[in-house]
């Protein structure tokens, strides 16, 4: 319980610290994408060295949908303490993960005014997924969208050479 409540302490204070240097109370789409881009660029690297330490048989899974499904169990649950509520695909590349209690984004589920804020919160998941995803040989784009608080999507698109 400690652990998480570290992880999501770190977190906050990561976002919180780059949106503290914005010079201009009301930034630009520019400096919001480069902080965005930040964070999912630390979320990447997190990502890799999470998928460095995996066991040997994990990084033995061939198949793509195999992988998905040890992120949405295994990974969601080392990170999060809990499993991914639904894994969708079209069996062509795209898949849809979905967790409508997102522990990231749970405190902020008190107002709708919230909703334009939690892009930030889901970027460092997002390069997360992506770098563990490249690690196990997984080239992908990874977005995540907010309907609802606490809820929310990651869209994951395997880029096939």
Same mark, same amino acid.
């Given at each position: 319980?400690? %652990?998480?409540?570290?992880?999501?302490?770190?977190?906050?204070?990561?976002?919180?610290?780059?949106?503290?240097?914005?010079?201009?109370? %009301?930034?630009?789409?520019?400096?919001?994408?480069?902080?965005?881009?930040?964070?999912?660029?630390?979320?990447?690297?997190?990502?890799?060295?999470?998928?460095?330490?995996?066991?040997?048989?994990?990084?033995?899974?061939?198949?793509? #949908?195999?992988?998905?499904?040890?992120?949405?169990? %295994?990974?969601?649950?080392?990170?999060?303490?809990?499993q991914m509520d639904s894994l969708r695909t079209n069996?062509?590349?795209?898949?849809?993960?979905?967790?409508?209690?997102?522990? #990231?984004?749970?405190?902020?589920?008190?107002?709708?005014?919230?909703?334009?804020?939690?892009?930030?919160?889901?970027?460092?998941?997002?390069?997360?997924?992506?770098?563990?995803?490249?690690?196990?040989?997984?080239?992908?784009?990874?977005?995540?969208?907010?309907?609802?608080?606490?809820?929310?999507?990651?869209?994951?698109?395997?880029?096939?050479?």
């Amino acid at each position: 319980m400690v %652990d998480a409540v570290l992880f999501e302490f770190l977190h906050t204070e990561m976002v919180a610290e780059l949106w503290a240097h914005e010079a201009d109370p %009301d930034p630009g789409p520019g400096e919001q994408k480069m902080n965005l881009l930040v964070l999912e660029s630390m979320g990447f690297r997190v990502g890799q060295a999470l998928g460095e330490r995996l066991p040997r048989e994990t990084l033995a899974l061939r198949e793509e #949908l195999d992988v998905l499904k040890f992120l949405c169990k %295994d990974l969601w649950v080392a990170v999060f303490q809990k499993q991914m509520d639904s894994l969708r695909t079209n069996h062509q590349g795209t898949y849809v993960l979905q967790d409508s209690s997102f522990p #990231l984004l749970i405190r902020m589920a008190s107002g709708l005014q919230y909703v334009e804020e939690a892009p930030k919160f889901l970027a460092f998941t997002c390069g997360l997924l992506r770098g563990t995803l490249s690690t196990l040989g997984i080239k992908s784009l990874v977005t995540a969208s907010v309907v609802a608080l606490p809820a929310c999507r990651f869209q994951v698109v395997v880029q096939r050479s």
